[in-house]
């Protein structure tokens, strides 16, 4: 159980295109879910956190309009990097928790598998 | 603020025990465990919550100072398997927003 999908795994692009990353828990329902930026053999930097059916909370120094979230559905949450640039590449990994708020806090992220994005 | 984990890195032979610290300049709320692999996501491995606990997962156990604000994770009679870098995450608010640590690569030889 507890089944986090990431897609695309890998993307290669130009400068100056949009990405759109997909986040999915396949078997239960994620009223939460985070976005992280990691970089080679470093830690997990919290960008943003999703909840279903409102806007994200992003964390000081991550540019809302370059790095746009949507949670739409209890399962679903997208990332799209804006007119990516190569300052832009990173590994990209999204977690899932169940529930929203002070009470399910204590509740475990389940990540996806990430995804590298480079931008040529 | 992110937590600061020690040590960086531990070289093991099957069999031996190593113990990973994890402290924060924050009160927590709660201090979980992860275990991820080169190129993989990371793996839950286990939640310490405040009350100073002590929790286990197989022969990887963990405890939390909540007055000291830090946790250890030990592994015991390490196994090949537990390969890998630890990163313990920090929630420093009730919301269960997590801060992670840089990480402890741990490595096991046979």
């Known amino acids: 159980g507890a089944v986090v999908s990431q897609h695309p795994s890998w993307v290669i692009c130009k400068s100056g295109t949009s990405v759109k990353i997909e986040c999915r828990s396949l078997?239960?329902?994620?009223?939460?879910m985070f976005w992280y930026r990691q970089f080679p053999k470093q830690s997990l930097m919290l960008m943003a956190t999703?909840?279903?059916?409102?806007?994200?909370?992003?964390e000081q120094g991550v540019e809302k309009d370059k790095f746009l979230i949507n949670h739409a559905s209890l399962t679903l949450s997208t990332l799209t990097v804006t007119s990516a640039h190569p300052e832009d590449s990173s590994f990209y990994i999204c977690?899932?928790?169940?529930?929203?708020?002070?009470?399910?806090?204590?509740?475990?992220?389940?990540f996806g598998d990430g995804t590298r994005l480079s931008i040529l | 603020q992110q937590p600061v984990q020690s040590p960086q890195a531990v070289i093991l032979r099957e069999g031996e025990d190593a113990v990973i610290n994890c402290s924060s300049s924050?009160?927590?709320?709660?201090v979980h465990w992860y275990r991820q692999k080169h190129g993989e996501a990371p793996v839950f491995l286990m939640i310490?919550?405040?009350?100073?606990e002590q929790k286990g997962h197989e022969k990887i156990s963990a405890s939390f100072n909540e007055k000291k604000q830090q946790s250890s994770l030990y592994l015991t009679a390490s196994q090949l398997s537990y390969s890998g870098t630890y990163f313990c995450?920090?929630?420093?608010?009730?919301?269960?927003?997590?801060?992670f640590g840089a990480g402890t690569q741990v490595v096991v030889t046979p």
């Open positions: 310490l919550l405040k009350g100073g």
């Open positions: 999703s909840n279903e059916g409102s806007k994200a909370t992003y």
């Open positions: 977690s899932a928790r169940v529930g929203q708020g002070r009470s399910y806090s204590n509740q475990p992220q389940h």
């Open positions: 995450g920090t929630g420093t608010d009730s919301w269960g927003k997590l801060q």
């Open positions: 924050k009160a927590l709320y709660s």
């Open positions: 078997d239960f329902q994620a009223t939460t």
